[in-house]
């Protein structure tokens, strides 16, 4: 084995965590895989021999390429005003894949990504790092160019608004499931008071149509008001099936067997407390739904 070869396979033994660090910073995988391949890029050109932690330098080239993708990103505008659905990961709802279930290993609802995308790339990064990973303030302070302090008052205003923003799971996908499938029975039949029963008074539901849409993101609140909408579009046409999204039951609903939308849930105490869509053809058409083969 040459140097070169011992180098990458040192740099997979990290691919994973670093996978679950960009996920997490980026809401996208595609992004987040680009990302970890600018990570290797730079590891391969570097003298990898004076790299002590190997892990915690991976970690913070990861972060600042993220970092600037999201400064990037909010330079050119490239998400629509007023909402955005990241991308989901969507996995067999009878089966776990293992490489899902790792990047998923400390349970990421869409719902928290949503969130996260509100967050400023400092905040974000603050947040992701340290409450998602543990690394020290003071390390994450040299990416962000604050001092400890300041980095530490960045992660706490993002801890309160991931704290008021995301409702905390059930962790028993039977009883997701349940509750689940009870409330798209219901939105199929147009049960209104069913519907109504079997979601949380401040049920949050938010769909991404995407930027070309006349709507492009949608954001509904209320029982009765998401209900309304639920028994509208439960009835419209197509073939629906039985998912995880980032590790929590859903759907992918199906026309003319092509995806039209993935949606995801949050149920907490039995009721269901959001659900985000991701009805955006363009992204639908690129999503990874290999696992449903």
């Known amino acids: 084995m040459d140097d070169k070869d011992f180098l990458a ?7 994973v965590h670093l996978q679950r660090v960009s996920y997490r910073m980026l809401g996208s995988r595609s ?6 391949q600018e990570a290797w890029i730079r590891l391969s050109q570097s003298d990898a021999g004076e790299v002590e932690n190997l892990g915690g330098w991976l970690t913070t080239v990861v972060a600042r390429v993220c970092l600037n993708m999201l400064r990037s990103r909010r330079t050119r505008r490239e998400q629509p ?3 955005h659905v990241p991308d989901p990961i ?3 709802a009878d089966d776990s894949d293992p490489e899902h279930e790792a990047l998923l290993a400390d349970s990421v ?8 995308e509100t967050l400023s790339p400092a905040e974000r990064l603050a947040f992701v790092l340290h409450d998602m990973f543990a690394v020290p303030f003071d390390e994450i302070a040299a990416m962000v160019e604050r001092t400890p302090e300041a980095t530490r008052q960045l992660a706490s205003r993002a801890r309160r608004r991931v704290r ?11 009883r997701q499931r349940e509750v689940v499938d009870a409330f798209h029975a219901a939105a199929r039949d147009g049960e209104l008071e069913r519907l109504v029963a079997l979601l949380h008074p401040d049920v949050v539901l938010r769909v991404d149509f995407g930027p070309a849409a006349p709507i492009p993101f949608r954001e509904l609140s209320g029982a009765r008001v998401v209900a309304e909408q639920a028994a509208t579009y439960g009835r419209f046409p197509g073939v629906s099936r039985e998912v995880l999204v980032n590790g929590a039951a859903g759907y992918v609903r199906f026309r003319d067997g092509k995806p039209f939308s993935v949606v995801g849930y949050i149920v907490a105490d039995a009721k269901i ?3 985000d869509i991701l009805a955006d053809p363009v992204r639908l058409a690129r999503l990874d739904l290999s696992a449903l083969d």
Request: glycine residues 10%.
């Open 31 to 36: 992004d987040a895989d680009d990302a970890v």
């Open 164 to 174: 008021g923003g995301v409702p905390t799971p059930d962790p028993d996908r039977t």
């Open 90 to 92: 969507v996995s067999r």
């Open 273 to 275: 407390a959001a659900i």
């Open 109 to 116: 609802a869409l719902a928290l990504l949503i969130v996260l």
């Open 9 to 15: 396979e040192r740099f997979e033994e990290h691919r």
């Open 81 to 83: 005003f007023g909402g």
